[in-house]
């Protein structure tokens, strides 16, 4: 039984995604080692439903999960509004500062595609599309802006 348990730790933690970050700072550094740019993902998790939908139907797929590590770092930018799902100050902090930069218009979700340097390569939205389709569009958005070397 222990060895179960242990298997399906195992197994959960690689499924999760070493691109896919909450702290900027960490996102940073994997993009810069892997030279690659940073997705921020502005969401409300606990009470944006098309949030919600894009982190179960796109960010969580399958397909997406193996596409993207190569791709860039993923900075998942939460603003959840029930006390239960309270982040820490420093990432409250952080996050709204992040807002305040990439995300005037408080919309949500909110994809901003940066460069390691933070300037806005472009913008990505979600529309209820499948994963393929939103990898076509990330592929479409990073051959646009010369990203790759």
């Known amino acids: 039984m222990i060895l179960s348990l ?11 995604s070493t691109a896919w970050f909450s702290n900027s700072s960490e996102a940073k550094a994997y993009a810069q080692k892997n030279n690659v740019p940073i997705l921020l993902v502005f969401a409300g998790s606990d009470w944006c439903k098309p949030c919600m939908m894009l982190k179960a139907e796109i960010l969580h797929s399958s397909e997406f999960e193996q596409y993207y590590p190569s791709q860039f770092a993923l900075l998942y930018l939460d603003f959840p509004m029930q006390s239960k799902n309270k982040l820490s100050p420093e990432l409250t902090k952080q ?7 990439y995300n005037k218009s408080g919309f949500f979700p909110n994809l901003v595609l940066i460069d390691i340097q933070g300037k806005v390569m472009g913008t990505l939205t979600y529309k209820h599309q499948t994963p393929k389709a939103f990898i076509d569009e990330c592929e479409s958005l990073i051959a646009k802006t010369n990203i790759r070397k």
């Open 95 to 101: 996050n709204e500062l992040l807002a305040e930069k």
């Open 6 to 16: 242990l298997v399906l730790f195992t197994v959960n933690m690689q499924s999760q």
